[in-house]
Nanobody
């Protein structure tokens, strides 16, 4: 059974930091592309950051310089370090996994989400 379990969300003041973790099971983690999405109330879900099997990272423009994605293949875990948080960062954060089965198809998996609230 494939499972992605997020943790580390919470309530912080602007300028604070949080570190999200996502532990994966049931997949070949070392070849998977892992990512973090977020969805704020009334807004569309957006990709925040991703890291592929070669540890190449991508970030949304709104979080560059503040967020860092990393992975530990030995622990089957991907992290999202969030610094200098802003109220606009508030939302539900989802861990995702994509495993390509061909050049044109992939299996996608989603975690249950963890709430991040940034407010004074």
């Amino acid at each position: 059974q494939v499972q992605l379990v997020e943790s580390g969300g919470g309530f912080v003041q602007p300028g604070g930091s949080l570190r999200l973790s996502c532990e994966a099971s049931g997949i070949r983690f070392w070849i998977a592309t892992m990512g973090w999405y977020r969805q704020a109330p009334g807004k569309e879900r957006e990709l925040v950051a991703s890291t592929d099997s070669g540890s190449r990272m991508k970030y949304a423009e709104s979080v560059k310089g503040r967020f860092t994605i990393s992975r530990d293949n030995a622990k089957n875990t991907v992290y999202l370090q969030m610094d200098n948080l802003r109220p606009e960062d508030t939302g539900v954060y989802y861990c995702t996994s994509k495993v390509w089965t061909s050049a044109y198809a992939a299996n996608d998996y989603w975690g249950q989400g963890t709430q991040v609230t940034v407010s004074s």
